[in-house]
């Protein structure tokens, strides 16, 4: 792998960093991205239930997201928190279909009984996440939101489908939906609709493209893209800006996807 030609100071990277995060975070770039899903919709609710779909399926080829994410919409009748509310067993079994690599229809199905359960019994996704968040970190509480999202009836393949840091994952696309969620709208990408978590306690999605370049521009050591490598990343990020340390998400993607001439 070739290394950064980028020989910053600690100043400098700060600089350099803010740039491209700035940069990256404006409406271009919901077009190619699968957060421009949940932006189809204005209710709270459909937001984050649509938001959380769509973040769970969001791996592989971008575009496949995308077009599976529309699909889900579709499945879900254009209004997910109702559907979540008030389906019959009949149109549950319309979600039959569904596939995105290993995420079949039973897992959806699944999803879908699991939500109303939380809007039911436990007060939404936002209120699940906030009540078990420790001070400066949502991890533990993505490790709790597992235990109750899957305390209905499952099939044991499906749990797979949501990562827990407490098994050393570094959760990508949950803490993605998290900084949906979480960030403030003011450039237009993030929503900010839930006002019970600061964004200081937000953490990277890491995966292999965001990991590549925090190790080029010396964010961090550790090789592995676990949750231990998460926490080194957090730390380094809020030395940067204890506030909004995810903010710095959209500069170390938009340096991986669009500058990899510089990495």
Avoid at 43 to 60: H, M, N, R, S, Y
Avoid at 226 to 248: F, G, H, I, N, S
Wanted: hydrophobic share 40%; aromatic share 10%.
């Amino acid at each position: 792998m070739a290394k950064s030609s980028l020989k910053l100071n600690k100043t400098q990277l700060k600089e350099f960093l803010n740039e491209k995060a700035a940069l990256y975070e404006s409406p271009k770039f919901i077009v190619t991205d699968p957060i421009q899903i949940p932006h189809q919709f204005t209710q709270k609710e459909d937001i984050e239930i649509i938001g959380f779909l769509v973040a769970t399926i969001a791996w592989g080829n971008r575009k496949s997201i995308i077009t599976n994410g529309n699909k889900l919409v579709n499945l879900l009748e254009g209004n997910p928190y109702d559907f979540v509310i008030n389906h019959s067993e009949a149109e549950l079994d319309h979600l039959q279909n569904f596939v995105h690599r290993t995420f079949n229809g039973i897992d959806l199905i699944t999803f879908i009984k699991s939500l109303k359960n939380l809007y039911l019994n436990h007060g939404g996704l936002e209120a699940v996440f906030s009540k078990y968040r420790s001070k400066n970190s949502l991890q533990p509480a993505i490790s709790e939101f597992k235990k109750i999202f899957f305390e209905i009836e499952h099939l044991q393949r499906t749990q797979k489908h949501v990562s827990d840091p407490s098994k050393k994952s570094a959760a990508k696309r949950i803490n993605m939906f998290l900084r949906w969620m979480v960030r403030p709208n003011n450039a237009g990408v993030d929503f900010g609709i839930w006002n019970q978590i600061p964004a200081a306690a937000l953490s990277c999605p890491l995966d292999v493209h965001s990991g590549r370049v925090a190790r080029d521009l010396g964010l961090l050591k550790r090789k592995q893209n676990d949750a231990v490598a998460l926490a080194e990343l957090d730390t380094q990020l809020r030395k940067l800006d204890l506030k909004d340390p995810v903010k710095y998400d959209f500069a170390l993607f938009g340096l991986s996807a669009f500058e990899k001439d510089l990495f």
